[in-house]
């Protein structure tokens, strides 16, 4: 079964620091895997995704991601954290047909 | 281009009544999802929708639950009776095919039940 753990419930990181959040995916095939961010009362917007090719993946505001398969992991990072940042951040795998499975979630504090 | 439209954002209801949430998808997206997000959880899927057809609705507790999508563009999900563990947010997403390629998220309805 398909499953994703996000091992940082929150994090709390300064504003203009380095930021990396941790996942890690169970899936049987070739996942297909997605980080989505949510602001408060709002709904989840994608900021990137890996389907194939390149390990390496540039998202929107400023975000990236790199798939370790030997790992199993995928986890988001930023070099400069700006205080819009702070917001939830899920991690989801999924494949080509297969329904998409969501982490729980990582709370990220931005300090000024 | 707008968004995936969802519709009432907060909902209070005693438990034991009645409750709906309508959702319209981004124009020409032909796959349409529910999911269930509970307090500190991501979402669940509830059900997902290939046009007019629940091809995934294994999820979704059919008990007390129901969902529809009759022309293949709207959809509308129905809790009879709601109950305490209701409370959530539901989600509503659509994404041009079933290939995951990217789920448009809209900004959800929650339901609080007394």
């Known amino acids: 079964a398909q499953s994703v753990t996000q091992p940082d419930i929150h994090i709390t990181v300064s504003e203009g620091a380095s930021l990396e959040l941790r996942c890690n995916y169970s899936y049987g095939a070739t996942p297909y895997l997605f980080w989505y961010v949510q602001s408060p009362g709002q709904g989840l917007q994608l900021l990137l995704k890996?389907?194939?090719?390149?390990?390496l993946v540039q998202g929107i505001k400023g975000f990236e991601a790199e798939f370790k398969r030997s790992q199993s992991s995928f986890n988001l990072r930023k070099p400069s954290v700006h205080w819009s940042d702070a917001a939830e951040y899920f991690c989801?795998?999924?494949?080509?047909?297969?329904?998409?499975?969501f982490g729980a979630g990582t709370i990220l504090r931005v300090k000024s | 281009e707008a968004g995936v439209v969802q519709s009432p954002r907060y909902k209070i209801i005693e438990k034991k009544q009645p409750v709906a949430f309508w959702c319209n998808p981004i124009s020409g997206h032909n796959t349409l999802y529910w999911y269930l997000q509970n307090l500190g959880q991501g979402p669940e899927l509830l059900i997902r929708y290939e046009n007019e057809e629940a091809v995934d609705d294994s999820q979704l507790p059919k008990d007390r639950f129901s969902a529809e999508r009759l022309k293949g563009v709207d959809s509308t999900l129905k809790i009879q009776p709601a109950e305490l563990g209701d409370s959530a947010v539901y989600l509503c997403a659509s994404s041009l095919d079933r290939e995951y390629n990217e789920q448009f998220f809209g900004p959800g309805t929650r339901l609080t039940v007394l």
């Open positions: 989801a795998v999924g494949g080509n047909g297969n329904k998409l499975v």
């Open positions: 890996y389907f194939s090719g390149d390990t």
